[in-house]
């Protein structure tokens, strides 16, 4: 049974960045047809889409924070990875990696929590 | 952008009651070559990920009870339980898939 887990620190200082890890079980994610994306839910408000990266590594991303993300994959691992720069206390969220096919998440991790605080 | 607007806000419904959730999206999600809504419901819990409960607008996932449909097709979608549990206490979103960045909307609260 597929299973992804979100890691990484649960505190980031403002102006640095934010890196986060999924590792993918039970899955390739070099198998074919497949997106792995990025979501996050900041406290309070809704669900905002960061990103996908296909297994073919093209990468899309949303235009509102397209300047600070990089969605990157490690075949070798079996791990996709997030990295979001310059970061501010807007960026406090619970992030979600999600598996996608025919654009729809079926699979989702279940969440990391990511506090921006000096 | 898509805007995705849910009405209402909140809702509460009585044990055994149907409950129904509406969703409004700016501009048509309905595919011209595969003739699909590209729309999808969520249920959120704290503390959990979110649960895809349907998509393409009508199809159920695999394992979500069959008190759960979704229909609508272009701009106007619905989320219906039909007879509220109480484990479906959650917040719910809908979400389209059609154009690129993926838009939610802004979540509709369930209560008892």
């Known amino acids: 049974q597929l299973q992804l887990q979100e890691s990484g620190p649960g505190l980031v200082k403002p102006s640095e960045t934010l890196s986060l890890t999924c590792t993918v079980s039970?899955?390739?994610?070099?198998?074919?047809?497949?997106?792995w994306g990025w979501i996050r839910q900041p406290p309070g408000t809704g669900l905002e889409w960061i990103g996908s990266?296909?297994?073919?590594?093209?990468?899309f991303y949303n235009p509102s924070l397209k300047s600070r993300v990089t969605i990157s994959k490690d075949t070798s691992k079996n791990q996709f990875s997030l990295q979001l720069s310059s970061v501010t206390a807007a960026d406090t969220a619970v992030y979600y990696c999600?598996?996608?096919?025919?654009?729809?998440?079926?699979?989702w991790g279940k969440g990391t929590s990511v506090t921006v605080a000096s | 952008d898509i805007v995705m607007t849910q009405s209402p806000d909140s809702l509460a419904v009585s044990l055994g009651e149907r409950a129904t959730i509406n969703c409004k999206s700016s501009q048509s999600v309905l595919g011209s070559s595969n003739n699909k809504n590209s729309l999808a419901w969520y249920q959120l819990k704290p503390g959990q990920p979110p649960k895809l409960l349907i998509y393409w607008a009508s199809t159920r996932e695999s394992g979500v009870p069959d008190r759960f449909s979704g229909s609508g097709s272009g701009t106007d979608f619905t989320l219906t339980i039909s007879s509220l549990q109480a484990e479906d206490v959650a917040v719910y979103y809908c979400h389209q898939y059609y154009n690129t960045p993926d838009t939610f909307g802004q979540g509709t609260k369930l209560e008892i």
């Open positions: 999600a598996r996608r096919t025919d654009r729809i998440m079926h699979v």
């Open positions: 039970g899955g390739s994610i070099s198998s074919s047809s497949y997106y």
């Open positions: 990266i296909y297994y073919t590594g093209s990468t």
